[in-house]
């Protein structure tokens, strides 16, 4: 079955910075990978996705991410981070042909002013 | 368009008692899938519906189920209530098909504090 781990339970930047939020995945086949954003007491938002194609993915908010298969990694990205972007990060990885998404344990990010 | 609809949004119980949390998915959408949120566990998955069908379920006890009826609307009923049940219990629907089909829209979920 397919999984995911994202390495830090939580992540602080100062505002203006770059931010990385990590994530890699195992998985049989081709992945499917996400992201989603949850603030709180909120369902989850969903941010971009990389199905095939072109291995970085630009999404919501300024957000990019890069599919590395041979790390099989897909960590999310932002040039200059917000207070605003603050909330709890999760990496999804589902497989081709199974609709069975399986979550990361959820990042923190705090960005300080 | 609307989005994932889930009701009701807060509600407590107690020990023993069963609840049951509704799901509205968004217009179009076939794929009805339930996830637990907690603190501990994180975001684990339930199940998942597609016409009226289950197709794949998480590693929950029987005391977990669900349904979901032809209009795509979606049920989850959780009997004999367990402190440890005390969770966010979000919904979330797909297209299965079409460019979006893979991805998942999650609704606001429905907090439920068992007592």
């Known amino acids: 079955a397919q999984s995911v781990a994202q390495p830090e339970d939580q992540v602080n930047v100062a505002e203006g910075n770059p931010l990385t939020v990590k994530c890699t995945y195992s998985v049989s086949g081709n992945p499917y990978l996400f992201w989603y954003v949850q603030y709180p007491n909120r369902g989850l938002q969903f941010l971009l996705k990389y199905i095939t194609g072109d291995n970085l993915v630009k999404g919501s908010y300024g957000f990019e991410a890069e599919f590395n298969k041979s790390q099989t990694s897909f960590h999310l990205k932002k040039p200059s981070a917000l207070v605003s972007d603050s909330a709890l990060y999760f990496c999804?990885?589902?497989?081709?042909?199974?609709?069975?998404?399986?979550f990361g344990a959820g990042t923190r990010l705090t960005v300080k002013p | 368009k609307a989005g994932v609809t889930q009701t009701p949004r807060y509600l407590i119980k107690t020990r023993g008692q069963q609840v049951t949390l509704s799901c509205s998915p968004i217009s179009g959408h076939r794929s009805v899938s339930w996830y637990q949120q907690t603190p501990g566990q994180g975001l684990q998955f339930l199940f998942e519906y597609f016409s009226e069908t289950q197709r794949n379920k998480g590693n929950f006890p029987g005391r977990f189920s669900g349904r979901q009826f032809s209009n795509s609307r979606s049920e989850m009923n959780v009997s004999t209530l367990e402190l440890g049940d005390s969770a966010l219990y979000l919904c979330?629907?797909?297209?299965?098909?079409?460019?979006?089909?893979?991805?998942?829209?999650f609704g606001e979920g429905s907090w439920l504090t068992v007592v």
């Open positions: 979330a629907s797909s297209p299965l098909i079409g460019p979006t089909g893979n991805t998942i829209y």
């Open positions: 999804a990885v589902r497989a081709y042909n199974n609709n069975d998404m399986r």
